[in-house]
Protein backbone atom coordinates (compact mmCIF):
# COMPACT_ATOMS: atom_id res chain seq x y z
CA UNK A 1 0.00 0.00 0.00
CA UNK A 2 1.28 3.14 -1.14
CA UNK A 3 2.03 6.24 1.66
CA UNK A 4 1.22 10.04 0.93
CA UNK A 5 4.83 11.36 1.56
CA UNK A 6 4.01 14.57 0.25
CA UNK A 7 1.32 15.59 3.58
CA UNK A 8 2.56 18.34 5.55
CA UNK A 9 0.19 19.17 8.73
CA UNK A 10 1.41 22.94 10.16
CA UNK A 11 -0.22 22.43 13.37
CA UNK A 12 1.87 20.15 14.33
CA UNK A 13 4.50 22.36 14.21
CA UNK A 14 2.82 25.07 15.66
CA UNK A 15 2.47 23.55 18.85
CA UNK A 16 5.70 22.30 19.32
CA UNK A 17 6.69 26.13 19.30
CA UNK A 18 4.25 27.00 21.58
CA UNK A 19 5.22 23.77 23.68
CA UNK A 20 8.74 24.96 23.26
CA UNK A 21 8.26 28.04 24.45
CA UNK A 22 6.89 26.75 27.20
CA UNK A 23 9.55 25.22 29.03
CA UNK A 24 11.39 28.47 29.44
CA UNK A 25 9.48 30.05 31.48
CA UNK A 26 12.14 31.70 33.66
CA UNK A 27 13.10 34.86 32.43
CA UNK A 28 15.84 37.41 32.97
CA UNK A 29 15.02 41.10 32.33
CA UNK A 30 16.66 44.14 32.25
CA UNK A 31 14.93 46.64 33.96
CA UNK A 32 15.31 50.33 32.36
CA UNK A 33 12.39 52.14 34.16
CA UNK A 34 9.33 51.15 36.57
CA UNK A 35 7.92 50.50 32.63
CA UNK A 36 10.45 49.07 30.38
CA UNK A 37 11.78 46.05 30.80
CA UNK A 38 14.21 44.20 27.78
CA UNK A 39 14.49 40.44 27.88
CA UNK A 40 17.62 39.28 28.08
CA UNK A 41 17.28 35.05 27.96
CA UNK A 42 15.27 32.53 28.81
CA UNK A 43 15.55 29.74 31.12
CA UNK A 44 13.88 26.08 32.27
CA UNK A 45 14.86 26.57 35.66
CA UNK A 46 15.24 29.08 38.03
CA UNK A 47 18.21 28.19 39.43
CA UNK A 48 19.85 28.28 35.63
CA UNK A 49 18.26 31.72 35.33
CA UNK A 50 19.82 32.52 39.26
CA UNK A 51 23.12 31.42 37.84
CA UNK A 52 23.38 33.43 34.56
CA UNK A 53 21.99 36.08 36.85
CA UNK A 54 24.88 36.22 38.98
CA UNK A 55 26.93 36.60 36.44
CA UNK A 56 25.12 39.48 34.57
CA UNK A 57 25.53 40.69 37.65
CA UNK A 58 29.30 40.72 37.91
CA UNK A 59 29.98 41.67 34.45
CA UNK A 60 27.52 44.84 34.40
CA UNK A 61 27.28 46.25 38.29
CA UNK A 62 25.55 49.00 36.91
CA UNK A 63 22.89 47.89 35.23
CA UNK A 64 19.89 45.99 36.89
CA UNK A 65 18.47 42.84 36.24
CA UNK A 66 15.50 40.76 37.39
CA UNK A 67 14.78 37.08 37.58
CA UNK A 68 10.53 36.86 36.51
CA UNK A 69 8.40 34.01 35.84
CA UNK A 70 6.89 34.72 32.17
CA UNK A 71 3.71 32.95 31.91
CA UNK A 72 2.06 33.21 28.69
CA UNK A 73 -1.65 32.21 29.21
CA UNK A 74 -2.95 32.52 25.83
CA UNK A 75 0.29 30.33 24.35
CA UNK A 76 -0.39 27.64 27.02
CA UNK A 77 -4.09 27.56 26.30
CA UNK A 78 -3.87 26.92 22.84
Do not use: C
Not at 23 to 39: E, G, H, K, M, P
Request: proline share 4%.
Amino acid sequence: MAQNTQYNDPQPQISMIAYKQRLNAWTIVRVLSDTQRVFVARFRSRSDADGHLQRLRQLSPDTNFMVVFDFQSDEALN
